[in-house]
T-cell receptor, first 112, second 117 residues
Framework: KQEVTQIPAALSVPEGENLVLNCSFT??????LQWFRQDPGKGLTSLLLIQSSQREQTSGRLNASLDKSSGRSTLYIAASQPGDSATYLC???????????FGEGTQLTVNP | DTGVSQNPRHKITKRGQNVTFRCDPI?????LYWYRQTLGQGPEFLTY????????KSRLLSDRFSAERPKGSFSTLEIQRTEQGDSAMYLC???????????????FGPGTRLTVT
């Protein structure tokens, strides 16, 4: 059974700091990995999707990397801003179109 | 394209009552997924549809839960004889997966917050 773990569970940083969120998964036979953002009481917003054949994806100040063989992914946020405060979730799928298995999330607070 | 919509956004019900939630996926998205999220946890998969066919159900989906997608467009999730443990956010997601057109990303709706008193 696939298990996804995110470390740390919570993180508080001052504005402007670069930071790294970690995601690990127990079964390396994944099809893709997706990072999401969730604001309190809201749905999920997709940030980045990495196919299993890819090493990284970038969007603006966000960069996600994937090391499939070791079962790890990182989300790098550059020059953090208070508006980045949210819970960040990673999720993996085993096949194209199959269910997503989520981690428990990292709750990020960026202080002005 | 207005995104995935879910109704109602909030539902408060008494234990033992039945509730039904609706999800309208992004137009032309043929795959539709239901997840449940409790406070402080990541979403957990419940079930998914390709068009009107329900292809997979999680063991979390007890016999009190039923989901339908009768015309391959919107979907409903019904919970019968609700229990306090059913209190959660119910999330719907959709994606397109057809020959020649495929987006791997799942797009989520805002969720329905269920509180069972």
């Amino acid at each position: 059974k696939q298990e996804v773990t995110q470390i740390p569970a919570a993180l508080s940083v001052p504005e402007g700091e670069n930071l790294v969120l970690n995601c690990s998964f127990t079964d390396s036979a994944i099809y893709n990995l997706q990072w999401f953002r969730q604001d309190p009481g809201k749905g999920l917003t997709s940030l980045l999707l990495i196919q299993s054949s890819q090493r990284e994806q970038t969007s603006g100040r966000l960069n996600a990397s994937l090391d499939k063989s070791s079962g790890r992914s990182t989300l790098y946020i550059a020059a953090s801003q208070p508006g980045d405060s949210a819970t960040y979730l990673c999720a993996v799928s085993r096949t194209s179109g199959s269910r997503l298995t989520f981690g428990e999330g990292t709750q990020l607070t960026v202080n002005p | 394209d207005t995104g995935v919509s879910q109704n109602p956004r909030h539902k408060i019900t008494k234990r033992g009552q039945n509730v039904t939630f609706r999800c309208d996926p992004i137009s032309e998205h043929n795959r539709l997924y239901w997840y449940r999220q409790t406070l402080g946890q990541g979403p957990e998969f419940l079930t998914y549809f390709q068009n009107e066919a329900q292809l997979e159900k999680s063991r979390l989906l007890s016999d009190r839960f039923s989901a339908e997608r009768p015309k391959g467009s919107f979907s409903t999730l019904e919970i019968q004889r609700t229990e306090q443990g059913d209190s959660a956010m119910y999330l719907c997601a959709s994606r397109i997966d057809r020959w020649g057109v495929s987006s791997y990303e799942q797009y989520f709706g805002p969720g329905t917050r269920l509180t069972v008193t």
